[in-house]
């Protein structure tokens, strides 16, 4: 036979080979069996002992890898028969879930305990990957009812705990008080964005930024920010599970947003961080999350104020959405490395240590009996995000429950706020969108 | 294996029995076969195990309804290539990718053939704009991609702060799915070009003179001599640079994934894929199926361009 393996067939394998995905690297599913819910049983475990080394994934949120060494080095001197190894697991929350989502398919090299953002932990759930804490909680005497009632309520669904809050965040509104005090504005805050776009013009013509506000930048989890401005209208992106992100109030919160880009022509939105946008002095507002108020404030060359969300016509407070990461244990691990983990996230957790985690990154103490007194003295903007604690509202469950829909909305916000989109047109698309991942990604696995 | 054996005297002349054949195969070859096997099966093997065996597998699951983490799946069928072909989002994502491709095969090889044009001409300096140009080639995608977000951002970018200087406001490259994707695609394309160039050159510098010299004195001036001579003779070249750029550039995902996370305007098949199973939908067969068509597409184009376009080019 003769064989000519020239630059025809070279070129030919090379076109074959290139087409292979990753994916199939991973190991795959069994067949045959529902892809339906998880639920898993409560876990005994009496008589299990803890694992001598466990891996802890963080994406470090916040800049706290310096702090969680910190802890774990406490940890150690208090359990020093469990080594926790600190795993970067990502660099974002989008990564982390790439890694645990790619390790439950591989079925291998799950940690002990991973940190779960707030879109993220409920797939866990649907999926099995994550274990009820209820059995832990109550073995290991973790103080729940310390913790932020709100921030724990976060991870409860069907009457069971699936993770204890960790990095915890809101949005705040960032002001630039050398500008407010230019335009001769008070001192804080607007209470409604009316109130704002009052005094937007003002801040434009006096401060020289090119926007008296910008909006958080979409890629960004606009999703999330968002929803202050649907609620302060009297809208959502859904009613439990009812899609409701074209109802009239929706639809006229996103117009009047639209409006403030291209007819009032005063606010524009961030291409890739808004807080660093508000650090560089591009605008005289923003929002973005209280994990960014550390590195504002090092950064901006001016006096930076904060304060709650404002509202709308319709609703002025309870207009704050929760958001950040939480801390999980994988079922894919035995028990004792379940336990060992337990015990650390219960460690991770005290007051004093939430304290700490809250100093270095600017995220919220989740306990109520952490003291703060040194961190206020040092940050007291930490306290406007604490006190605004007592007005947030659970977010809604088509961005934090359905897989995807935060870029979908992030893809419907674009639309609207950089091509001058037709709002309820771009809302009932979106409205589709939303319902097809909730009736083929969600509906089949909740239990009914 | 070669043509020599098949082709040999003895095997022709017909008198030879094809025990005596495989006995004088052995005989002449043995050595040379272990060698190749030694040499061929470990690279062989690697390609089995990490390109066949994961495109084999990657087909399997395109069939299944399968949530990327869940341990179950559901045996679906061509239910997954209905539901792609069939969604609003496929003719987004099979023309964002053609023009993708169309646009920086096209424009890495036109300018990569006029910089390799400009660096075949004897004057000073031109050993370092040969290292300038194929240098962002060799860069990772990443950090170029960081680079040029920083370069095209609105807000504080080099671009915006010259657009600002003549009074203009700079446009939302990143925002904007339309302008995305042709931030994506300069970017891309400034990559890459360096590469056509150093190809091309490498071609023009083997045209054989004589024959440009014989034009010459024929009367052809600069312009005819590379539309008549050059360009067909470069055939080759082209036709090699048209197949590995395609290749390329509809696997192209470090810049995509860096510069427009969202995928909004530039979500391409391989970004789709990769969108799908891992950015946010975790729909794991669904994205395989779109693997598989990607694949599919793929092979379709090296086929047709092996089988009609190098009809057209001119071995020297």
New interface residues.
């Given amino acids: ?4 393996l020239g ?2 067939h070279f ?2 394998l ?12 991973c190991g ?8 339906g819910a998880s639920g898993a049983a409560d876990i005994d475990f009496s008589g299990v002992k803890p694992a001598s080394s466990i891996d802890f994934w963080t994406n470090h949120p916040g800049k706290s890898q310096d702090v969680e060494k910190a802890i774990i080095e406490k940890f150690q001197a208090k359990f020093p028969d469990i080594k926790v190894n600190l795993i970067t697991a990502g660099a974002n929350y ?1 990564e982390i879930a ?1 890694k ?3 390790s ?2 591989a ?1 291998s090299a799950l940690p002990g305990l991973v940190v779960l953002s707030d879109v993220w932990w409920f ?2 759930y ?4 994550i274990i009820p804490l209820d059995n832990l909680i109550k073995q290991l005497d973790i103080k729940v009812d310390d913790f932020q009632k709100s921030l724990v309520a976060d991870y409860k669904y069907a009457d069971k705990q699936w993770a204890l809050p960790y990095g915890r965040s809101t949005p705040l509104f960032y002001y630039n008080k050398d500008h407010f005090k230019a335009a001769g504005l008070p001192d804080r805050a607007p209470k409604t964005w009316q109130e704002f776009a009052e005094w937007a013009p003002k801040l434009k013509a006096s401060s020289g930024a ?1 926007y008296a506000y910008i909006y958080p ?3 960004g989890y606009a999703g999330w920010t968002l929803q202050n401005n649907l609620w302060g209208w009297g809208g959502s992106w859904s009613n439990e599970w009812t899609i409701n992100c074209d109802s009239p109030e929706s639809v006229e919160a996103l117009q009047w947003a639209q409006d403030s880009i291209y007819k009032d022509k005063w606010a524009g ?4 961080e808004a807080a660093d ?1 508000f650090a ?1 002095g ?1 605008t005289s507002a923003t929002i973005a999350s209280t994990g960014s108020l550390l590195g504002v404030l090092s950064s901006a060359k001016f006096n930076v104020g904060v304060g709650f969300l404002p509202g709308g016509p319709k609703k002025e407070t309870g207009v704050c959405p929760t958001g950040g990461a939480g801390l999980g244990i994988p079922s894919g691990v035995s028990k004792e490395v379940q336990l060992a983990a337990a015990t650390f996230l219960k460690f991770m957790t005290e007051p004093e240590n939430t304290a700490a985690f809250s100093a270095a990154t600017g995220y919220m103490p989740t306990r109520t009996s952490a003291d703060m007194t040194a961190v206020l003295a040092k940050t007291p903007q930490i306290k406007t995000a604490i006190d605004q604690l007592a007005v947030t509202h659970v977010q809604d469950n088509a961005r934090v429950f359905l ?2 829909a ?2 979908e909305m ?2 419907a916000a ?1 639309k609207i ?3 001058q989109g037709d709002v309820k047109a771009t809302m009932t698309e979106l409205k589709t969108t939303l319902e097809g ?1 909730y009736t083929k ?1 969600v509906k089949p696995k909740l239990k009914s | 294996m070669t043509r020599q054996l098949t082709d040999s005297p003895v095997a022709t002349a017909g008198t030879v029995t094809r025990d005596q054949r495989r006995g004088r195969w052995s005989a002449r070859t043995r050595r040379d076969f272990i060698v190749f096997l030694a040499l061929a099966l470990p690279n062989l093997a690697l390609i089995a195990v990490f390109t066949y065996l994961p495109l084999i597998n990657n087909i399997y699951y395109s069939t299944l309804d399968w949530t990327l983490g869940s341990a179950s799946a559901t045996v679906v069928g061509f239910d997954n290539y209905i539901n792609f072909f069939t969604s609003a989002d496929a003719p987004k994502v099979l023309g964002t990718t053609a023009f993708f491709t169309v646009i920086t095969v096209g424009g890495s090889m036109v300018l990569g053939l006029l910089v390799a044009l400009a660096l075949n001409s004897k004057v000073r300096g031109t050993t370092f704009a040969r290292s300038a140009v194929f240098a962002p080639y060799v860069l990772s995608g990443v950090g170029v991609g960081l680079v040029w977000l920083f370069i095209f951002d609105p807000g504080y970018g080099v671009l915006s702060w010259l657009l600002r200087g003549i009074g203009q406001q700079s446009p939302q490259w990143i925002n904007d799915p339309q302008l995305s994707l042709v931030m994506v695609i300069t970017v891309y394309i400034w990559k890459n070009l360096g590469y056509c160039a150093v190809v091309y050159l490498a071609g023009l510098q083997s045209l054989p003179q004589d024959v440009m010299e014989a034009a010459s004195l024929d009367g052809a001036n600069g312009f005819r001599r590379f539309i008549s001579m050059s360009v067909p003779l470069l055939s080759p070249t082209t036709f090699f640079l048209l197949i590995t750029t395609m290749l390329s550039s509809l696997q192209a995902f470090d810049l995509i994934r860096i510069m427009t996370p969202l995928g909004n305007g530039t979500s391409t098949l391989i970004y789709e894929a990769y969108m799908q199973a891992f950015g946010a939908f975790n729909r794991a067969g669904y994205s395989a199926s779109i693997s598989v068509v990607l694949f599919a597409i793929l092979l379709v184009i090296t086929v047709l361009q092996v089988r009609f376009v190098e009809r057209k080019v001119h071995y020297s």
């Fill in positions: 036979m003769a064989i000519n630059r025809r070129l030919g090379a076109g074959a080979g290139a087409g292979a995905a990753a994916l199939a690297a795959g599913p069994t067949t045959g069996g529902g892809t989008e790439q645990f989502q790619t439950q398919a079925k797939r866990y649907t999926n099995g990957n090119q930048a979409l890629a939105v961030s291409s890739k946008d560089a591009i897989p995807g935060d870029q992030a893809k674009a706020l950089t091509q991942i990604d």
